[in-house]
């Protein structure tokens, strides 16, 4: 456990107690061994020969402190020293030697330019400990804040030696006033160092230290209390004033115990105020979680010194820290209060104060905060009275309805014990309510509070959230059933239409989440991968609905026949059915009954949803594999003949009126009905052989020729048409003949034109489904599966001409971004309600149109370029259409990135051309007008989309300026580029892309651009000004920086920029010779680079610079004063305030130098 320095020859000398190396102790070396090479078999036999480890090792130290206390104190320290990281040396030097002001001046942390080396020198009483490191000591990676298991495993090993030591120690030196004086000096000086891994690891050890010496504490009061009891029972033994050995025994045992309470008093006192009070607002959150986490647990552990106010208000103020993993602390130690009755009592002013706080973070942003503090104020709930008002609880309830699946859990809980469930309800039967009465009280509550809360299109995100707490009385469909079929007559108390409709959806969710075993859409990723367990219970759960709603379905749907909403949720029931349970129940009878109530319902009903979930029904019944198949087909067809018998009937008596369009609304309303039960059923069933095509087509030419047809004919004419093709298509064998594919291609062209010419009707949603319809069938032609039939994908395979993609691209943009004029009237709260419902009805429909044509984007339909119209609209339309256009954007990026990257460019020309147009050209380009602003946001929105992964967008990029710099500069009249471009602003809209280039491509992109700049050109006008922006822009942290402009005003000749270095590497733990007027020059550049350290250099590694295979592939971009340099990264350590602001700090990091071995391929910047 305790590793050996590495030796350092070349540091300074030092005092005579220097200890330059650590011996292990050959027992722990041993027992080590045992721990790696033993053949342990269970977690408990590795966690037992581990703490036998530990304790020999403690022991071992201890009978060495015992001999010689120094030289073990100084092995501890170097311990504490090497699990930071530090691969340095500690020395020492008694502090009786020193002088007290001499003692003050040696508390420094310095860097030392002579050697290269850092050092601290602080007092650990006796003594004053010199640490001494290289400079190089990376700040960003030491052995606490290291992943894996390994190093997780060293943390918690760290963390139980200092549990053992404290242990082995209680009984004998623990008490001797000079370990634990040393020890705890030593973690408080190295908790105040400006080097992370010291303030770390010190602070992470003085915090589990104290909550050992909390247990040892503990300990003790309990032997003083029995030594107190036993004191006063002898007492009573003895007579008169007669002494007593034993008396006096128990009375020196109990003074002991009191001077070891009072030492153990001391410990805690100094170890509080001297780490804690400085570290629990650190600016490294990982050190102010490590605080409150441990707060937590001294609290709990001992409530009588430490569960009051003056040490809880620490927990409170930490509440509203912004760093998720302190916050997320404070709420599990919290937990681990109010689940103790006996201790919520003392915390009714911690509760007043910060209750509302507690509150309001189930909206945290990080979702595990969320949780816990959901979970928190459950236990407030339970044990605290009138903790949480009627408005707090209020809110919380709504929690259930939110896509964060374990949040929700949270809150259903919450609401279940809180709400619908009563202590004594399983008891106590309310009248009436027969064998159901728990249920009954339960369901009505849950539906009272649905109705209540008024998000009506919820309630499988409500059923979702209650299922872990209330699954008992939500499987308990026998009760809600029954609460639908009973009548008034044998209670007095029926439920109205409301709560029936909210019932009857319960039911549905319900059955939902039995059958699937898987959340909602919406709330969960994926799938949930279901245990053995849990794939029997949801076996059981899907036989017990089949049982139940086999026989009493077909009432309900019976009941219910008339009602449109209430029978298109029944009608989804069947779906989740064992179909096998009819033939082997020989339940025949209630599948006749089920039948004929469907094809009742499908004869009353022509609202949509009812037709699709009857003909959803009857395809789920006609599974070929089932027994039953032949009994729902045969239903199934008399069905369809009677549909198509009504309108063909219809269809003949409107062709034989002469002037061929229907006048009378009640014929109308008839056609359209027989349509739409037609189409419904033609979309989950194949009606080829009843000729409907023919049908269709025939009225929508008749309107394509004549005009004049209504829009409730059309719609599901045209619905029909499609999917009659879509049935031929899909019925394609193998080998077809020639003429049925010729006449298949010849009829799918046809059904295209008919769509074309729809999308200029007059009526808007006849053009809109057109739309629709075209998008997808154009979607399906060009991507069919080919089935070893090439010469069919052939005649089939059809792609929009341009045209085409002209017409449909303008078309999104006059229905989707053409903004429609808002009139301002005066309207009433139920105009303004429906106003506001028809406003999100259009926008759906308008989300739904541009996703059908992004799609064609997305998959190569039409050209990536027309996305570039698309992109526009990206800023101004975000909240309506940002994730659709994101979408798209991400996907042509991940099909194509240098097309991607010229759509982006061509959408940002495109722009600057139009807005170039509307400015007067005397004038130049305004940079402050609104139109060049929009573009410049637009830019750097395109930016953000590359995301941190610089190396995987690198092409991208450069590409973005390559494309850029030659727009910019196009159309320069002059062939030394002297004159001013027209386009020279437009480098201003690219120069947003340029923190997203690597070093190496910025240099790249910078010889590129000087292509275009050959001679010195003066530029001290401000219409150069954007030339300038983006040049910087590209030598932005970059040593070329200096040679931005001339003391001339001249631009410097290309290929000679300055190679001024402000960086000194260093070499074997020492500086380069330098004088000191050098080296203090250097100083304040020094410390310029390391501000300039990147913090988006975290996530990559570091990656090889090779300048030679750079020329040899790209030697035309490479100019000759252009090399790679190579630079020592340097380390900084951040600033801690001495009162521990919880500000954060960017903190320095390693710069990433990409090696030019990843060079962007050459077509990139071909000309």
């Keep these: 456990m305790i590793a050996e320095p590495n030796a350092a020859s070349n540091l300074p000398s030092q005092k005579e107690n220097a200890v330059h190396d650590e011996t292990v102790p050959e027992s ?48 501890l320290i170097n311990f504490f020293i090497q699990c930071s990281g530090c691969q340095g040396m500690v020395t020492a030097e008694m502090f009786q030697s020193l002088q007290k002001n001499d003692v003050m001046q040696k508390m420094t942390e310095n860097f030392d330019e002579e050697t290269g080396l850092q050092y601290k020198k602080f007092v650990a009483y006796p003594w004053i400990l010199t640490v001494t490191w290289p400079v190089d000591m990376d700040n960003e990676d030491y052995p606490l804040i290291r992943t894996g298991p390994y190093w997780k495993k ?73 030594a107190q009891r036993l004191y006063e029972v002898e007492k009573k033994r003895i007579s008169g004033k007669r002494t007593n050995y034993r008396l006096d025994q128990l009375e020196r045992k109990r003074k002991e115990y009191e001077h070891k309470l009072l030492e153990i008093q001391n410990m805690m006192n100094a170890i509080f105020k001297g780490t804690f009070l400085n570290r629990y607002r650190d600016v490294i959150p990982e050190i102010r979680a490590t605080c409150i986490e441990e707060i937590g647990s001294w609290i709990k552990t001992y409530p009588d010194a430490f569960l009051n106010d003056s040490y809880l208000k620490y927990i409170g103020w930490m509440l509203y820290d912004k760093q998720a993993e302190v916050r997320l602390k404070c709420l599990l130690g919290l937990q681990g209060i109010y689940s103790r009755k006996e201790l919520v009592s003392r915390m009714d002013l911690f509760t007043g104060r910060f209750k509302d706080r507690i509150v309001s973070m189930p909206l945290d942003k990080d979702h595990e905060v969320a949780v816990q503090a959901m979970k928190l104020l459950m236990l407030m709930s339970q044990n605290c009275e009138d903790a949480l008002s009627a408005e707090d609880c209020e809110t919380l309830y709504q929690f259930v309805y939110t896509t964060h699946r374990p949040l929700a859990v949270a809150a259903g809980e919450f609401l279940y014990k809180r709400l619908l469930s009563h202590e004594g309800d399983e008891e106590v039967q309310p009248k009436g309510g027969g064998k159901f009465g728990a249920s009954t009280d339960h369901l009505k509550r849950l539906i009272r509070f649905f109705l209540e809360s008024e998000l009506h299109k919820h309630v499988a995100y409500l ?28 209670d007095g108390e029926e439920l109205s239409d409301a709560h029936e409709s909210v019932l009857i959806e319960i039911i549905l969710a319900t059955v939902r989440e039995a059958a699937e075993g898987h959340p909602p859409v919406g709330r969960g990723a994926a799938k949930k991968i279901l245990s053995v367990k849990e794939k029997k219970i949801q076996l059981e759960d899907c036989t017990k609905i089949t049982e139940h709603f086999i026989m009493v379905l077909p009432q309900l749907l019976a009941k219910y026949s008339t009602d449109a909403q209430k029978v298109a949720n029944l009608l989804q029931i069947p779906q989740y059915y064992d179909l096998d349970v009819y033939s082997t129940g020989h339940l025949e009878k209630h599948l006749d009954a ?43 067809t008399q069905l369809i003949d009677e549909l198509m018998g009504q309108l063909n009937q219809l269809l003949d008596g409107f062709w034989q009126k002469e002037e061929g369009f229907c006048t009378d609304a009640g014929e109308i309303s008839r056609m359209h009905s027989a349509l739409r039960r037609v189409a419904a059923f033609h979309n989950a069933h194949n009606l080829t052989k009843w000729n409907l095509y023919d049908k269709t087509l025939r009225l929508l030419v008749f309107e394509t020729e004549h005009g004049s047809l209504p829009v409730l004919m059309i719609l599901p004419a045209l619905q029909c048409t499609y999917f009659s093709l879509l049935w031929q298509l899909a019925a394609i064998s193998e080998n077809p003949p020639k003429e049925t594919l010729f006449a298949l291609g010849r009829e799918l062209r046809r059904f295209c034109q008919i769509c074309m010419c729809f999308l200029h009707h007059k009526e808007k949603d006849v053009r809109e489904k057109a739309f629709m319809i075209l998008c997808d069938w154009l979607l399906i032609l060009s991507h069919q599966d080919s089935n070893n039939n090439e010469e069919a994908v052939g ?40 106003d506001e419902s028809c406003k999100l009805d259009d926008l759906h429909k308008k989300r739904s149109l541009l996703a059908a044509y992004c799609k064609l984007i997305v998959y190569n339909v039409v050209e990536m370029t027309a996305a570039a119209e698309i992109y526009k609209h990206y800023v101004k339309t975000y909240n309506d259409f940002g994730d659709i256009i994101k979408e798209t954007l991400s996907r042509t990026r991940h099909n194509n990135k240098i097309q991607s990257a010229k759509t982006l460019i061509l959408c940002l020309q495109q722009l600057f051309q ?44 450069a590409m973005i300026h390559k494309e850029g710099i030659e727009f910019a500069f196009q159309g320069a009249t002059g062939v030394d580029g002297k004159c001013l471009p027209p386009n020279l602003s437009f480098l201003l809209i690219i120069s947003e892309f340029s923190n997203k280039l690597l070093k190496p491509d910025k240099r790249l992109v910078y010889a590129y651009l000087q292509r275009y700049i050959a001679e010195p050109l003066p530029c001290r006008g401000d219409e150069w000004q ?12 970059e040593d070329e920086e200096s040679s931005v402009l001339g003391g001339s005003g001249e631009w410097s000749p290309m290929g000679t920029p300055k190679m001024s270095s402000f960086k000194r590497k260093l070499s074997n733990g020492s500086l380069p010779d330098t004088s000191q007027t050098e080296a203090a020059s250097k100083a304040p550049a020094l410390q310029r680079a390391s501000q300039l350290a990147s913090a988006t250099g975290k996530s990559r590694k570091r990656l090889k610079s090779r300048e030679m295979h750079l020329q040899e592939h790209l030697p035309f971009l490479c100019p000759g004063g252009l090399r790679r340099r190579y630079c020592k990264d340097e380390i900084k350590t951040e600033d801690v305030s001495e009162e521990g602001q919880a500000e954060d700090v960017i903190e320095d990091v390693d710069v990433d130098v990409v090696g030019a071995d990843q060079v962007i391929p050459a077509r990139v910047f071909e000309l």
């Design 463 to 490: 059923i979702d959230s209650l299922w872990d707490w209330a699954g008992k009385f939500l499987k308990d469909w026998e009760c809600m059933t029954a609460l639908l079929l009973k009548n008034a007559e044998e």
């Design 28 to 75: 722990a070396v041993q027992n080590g061994s045992c721990v790696r090479n033993g053949n342990l078999k269970t977690p408990r036999e590795k966690r037992k020969v581990r703490e036998q480890c530990e304790n020999s090792v403690v022991d071992d130290w201890v009978e060495a402190y015992k001999q010689d206390r120094n030289v073990a104190l100084l092995d």
């Design 1026 to 1037: 954007p030339l300038i922006w983006y040049r910087n822009s590209l030598l932005a942290n």
């Design 914 to 957: 139009r807005h170039a147009e509307s400015q007067d050209s005397s004038s130049g380009v305004d940079f402050s007008s609104a139109s060049f602003t929009n573009m410049k946001e637009l830019a750097r929105r395109f930016s953000l989309t590359f995301g941190w992964d610089q190396v995987k967008s690198r092409e991208s990029v």
């Design 594 to 636: 089920l039948l004929r109530e469907v094809k009742d319902i499908v004869t009353k009903h022509s609202d949509i949803s009812v037709l699709e979930a009857s003909s959803r029904t009857y395809y789920v019944l006609c599974s070929e594999e089932i027994a039953i198949y032949s009994q729902v087909d045969c239903a199934r």
């Design 154 to 226: 060293f943390k918690a090993n760290f963390c139980e030696f200092i549990a053992v030591l404290v242990q082995q120690c209680q009984c004998s030196i623990l008490y001797d006033s000079y370990l634990m004086d040393t020890i705890i000096s030593l973690l408080t000086g190295l908790a105040d160092s400006m080097v992370r891994a010291f303030r770390h690891t010190s602070t992470l050890a003085a915090m589990k230290l104290l909550t050992a010496v909390v247990s040892v504490y503990l300990n003790l009061d309990v032997n003083k209390h029995n």
């Design 795 to 834: 005649l089939l395979n059809y792609l929009p001409s341009t045209p085409l993609q002209e017409k449909l691209l303008l078309f999104i943009q006059e229905h989707v971004f053409m903004e429609e004029e808002d009139e301002s009237k005066d309207l009433t709260e139920e105009e303004e309600r429906q």
